[in-house]
């Protein structure tokens, strides 16, 4: 049963984690992105896709989609509610003694997104995944061990804490509704 427990908190978190990728695509997707396009903005507009190298890439793929995003974690994290979007919409939060605070907030996200800027890193270099194939590199299994890891994490401990709970000190639990004092 405690199994059974484990795995329904992981898929909550599971589906929190994948609507604010939804939210997060439209906005920095086909919004921030879009937009540079429409703008003549983007730095590979009029460029060959074979002529982008992996640090070009990498630079924008940085500064244009994980600074975003990051900004939105620690954002969220930081709110009273010490949730994401995602989050509230499966009713779980982030559980602290008091505030979580925006550095404690700024460390969750950074080590949250290390799994997601490694699958970065291995999609550019040693060049562009488009240009060379490199389902075979170390740093594409390196990321994918990341990634489970991070996954499997919350089912191989009692207190279903990912890697960046047990950094931070924090927990995801159920979302707590705040009960009423009647006089």
Known sequence: MILFGRLRMLLLRTIAYLVDSFILFILVI??????????????FI???????????????LFFSVTIPVYMYYVTMFNTRAQATLGMRAVRLQ??????????????????????????????????????????????????LGLTALYWLLPLLNLN?????????????????????KKP
């Open 46 to 60: 009029g460029r060959h896709l074979y002529s982008i190298t992996g640090n070009e890439l990498h630079l924008w």
């Open 160 to 180: 279903e804490k990912s890697a960046h709970d047990w950094i931070t000190g924090t927990n995801v639990i159920q979302w707590q509704v705040p009960t009423s």
């Open 94 to 143: 982030i559980q602290t003694p008091g505030r979580m605070g925006l550095g404690k907030a700024m460390l969750r996200a950074s080590v949250m997104l290390i799994p997601w800027e490694a699958t970065h890193v291995a999609m550019c270099y040693p060049k562009p995944i488009w240009i060379d194939n490199q389902l075979q590199s170390p740093l594409f299994y390196t990321a």
């Open 30 to 43: 086909a919004g921030f992105q879009c937009f540079l396009l429409i703008l003549g903005l983007h730095p």
